[in-house]
Each structure stands twice: as structure tokens, then as C-alpha cells.
């Protein structure tokens, strides 16, 4: 071990993250010593340290918020009878980047996958379910992954609202099969969002 | 502003590190929310506000290091006759990674600029003099970088310790002219200290 004490855990800290490799988180280390100030430091700490407790998930469609219900929901001025159902939080924050989209999300925090045991009751179903039965939904977008498990979890919720008068769509056109949501590029997702089709 | 606040911040202090862009911020600041437990992030925090006051400059060579002497000039089992003169403490991150050498160091942190405003005495530069005259030095081999600044500074060394019986070296073979000393590969580095050349 090369590098004094602190550095050392520093540089391990950064290579917890994703594509982060040895030398440069090295390179990381040596940057927050030389060329960030310490008011920056201390800020950067307290955020670090405070950002699993200032954000939780909205009680109404399952997204991280630091409100609750989150500023999506509590807006009066989105379409309150669309639905986009996605896997994961960074999907709502691709889509609202894309501002043209005007409805609610629901957020499922996962994929429906037996292999590694996730079943429908592991995923945040239940409050859509409650959500179709006490608001004026008509649409419901599913914009599941284009995986396997994206595709299981898009047919099981197909199935349990077929029965009832909403209308289920898949967005489709334009995604990339395999590809995630979060790095699809703007005009990507406008095409999927524009060419959904119903279930 | 799509971010709830707290992952806002975080994304813009991941934004100060070289490189981090935008879409890799925010993955990092949801990766910080979603994957990292609060046992590590409490401890990411702390050596994050505390890493400068912990870590200093060496009174003798100023490399960077949590106790004083560095590890590295305390080491009796290092040759005391040879010193290597770096500009910066990463300089000596990546020759010591290499293991090869086993002399001393001596840190500038910096190199001579007119432009920039930067002159001999705004470096590291005193107290190798002093060591020179205290400790038994035989050979200081000049390894600051290939750009304009670095050659200068190579120069004024050399010009300085030319009238005294120590040998000056300047490392060359294999360092890529405007290169950084941190960025080269072992074999580089390696070949730069075995084809080191007489002033």
C-alpha cells in the first residue's frame, strides 16, 4: 500500500462505483485533496451522509422524492387519466427530461424474475392496483424494459387490467431490444412514447 | 430542476471530478441512493471532510503523507544517495507503484512559469538545497515532465547543484515529450530511469 492512510480509503470509497476503476479513483483521491475546498468537502459529506434519509418513495406511485406525495403527483396540472408504468426511478427521470410527457408514473422498483425470485408481490403492484380502482385512469402505459422480465412483468399487468375498461398499452417502436430506458437518447424515447400500441 | 433536492447536490458535487459529466453524475448519485449501504456512506463522508486535515506535505521531501517524515524518508532500508525530483505527489504514486526504485524523493509541487507567474521560489526548492548540503546525496535525478515548464525547471536545478560535486541526472528514453509522468505505463517509466543521461 502506496498511499497514506486517508487517501487510501478514499480511493476505495470511489471504486465502489460504477466503471470506476483503480487508477481512477486514485486520480479522484488525489483531485478532492488538491483542487476541492474544504467547504465543498463538508457539504459534499453531508449530502453523502444524509441522502438515504432525505429521500424515500412516494406513497402514491413508488418514486423517489423528498415530499410526499412527490411533485409529480401532487401537480394538478398533469393528465391525471394516464398511467406510464416503469421498473426503476431513473426511468421517470429520463422521461421527464424528455418533458413531453404530461401524465403520472408508477414505479415498480424491479422486474417480474423467477430465476432470482422476484414475483409479482415483490414489486410495488398493490398501490396500482388501489390507484386503477380509486382514480379516474384510463391509460396505462407500460414502459417495462424490453427484457425478459421487462416483458413477464408487461404481460402480468396486461392480464390483471384486462378485465376492466383502462386501456393498456406498450410502448414499442424505437427502444432497442435489451437496451435500458435511461440511456435511450431523447428522440428514442419521443418515437416509443409516440408509436405505443394497444396491449 | 427534475432531481429531488438532495440528489441534485450530490449529482453536482460528483459534476467537480474530471471527467464526470452530467448522465454519469446522476448515475452515480442514484447508484450512491440505491447501492451503497449508509454504513459506507457514513464512512465515505468522513474521509471525505477530513481528508486535507489529515493528510500533509513531508517536511523533508513534501510528498504527501500522514505522518512526518513520509513513510518513504524514514525508510533505512532506502538508499539516502539518490533523489528523485518530482513535480507532483502523483509523480511518486507512480514510481513507487512501479518498485523499482529505492532512492529518496524530493516534491516541487509545481514548475517554473513565467506566464503563470510562477518562479523558483514559489516551489519546493529551498529545502532541497538544505538537504543537499546535510544529507549524503550523490546523484539527484531530475524526473519533472517533458513540457516547456518542466525542462526549465530541470534546468535551474541542474544550474544550481552544477558547481557542487553531486551528479545531476534528467531521466529521458521512453517518456512521451508533453507527456504526464502519471499517465505512463511500467515499461515507460522503467526505461526512463534505466536510460537516465548525465547533465
Redesign the interface.
Known sequence: M??????E??IL?FM????IGRK?A????????GK?D?E?????????????S??GKCSVCGH???SDPCSICSDNNRDKETILVVES??DV?AI??LGKYRGGYHVLHGAISPVDGVGPDDLNLKSLWTRLANEPIKEVIIATSATQEGETTAMYIHRVIAATDVLVTRIGYGMPVGGNLEYADDKTLAKALEYRRKF
Open positions: 502506496n498511499y497514506p492512510n486517508a487517501l480509503d478514499l470509497h465502489k462505483y460504477p466503471g481512477t486514485e486520480r479522484y483521491a488525489l483531485h478532492t485533496l476541492i474544504q465543498d468537502l463538508d457539504d459534499f459529506a453531508k449530502v453523502l451522509a444524509s441522502v438515504k432525505r429521500i423517489l422524492t423528498d426511478p431513473k427521470f421527464e427530461k
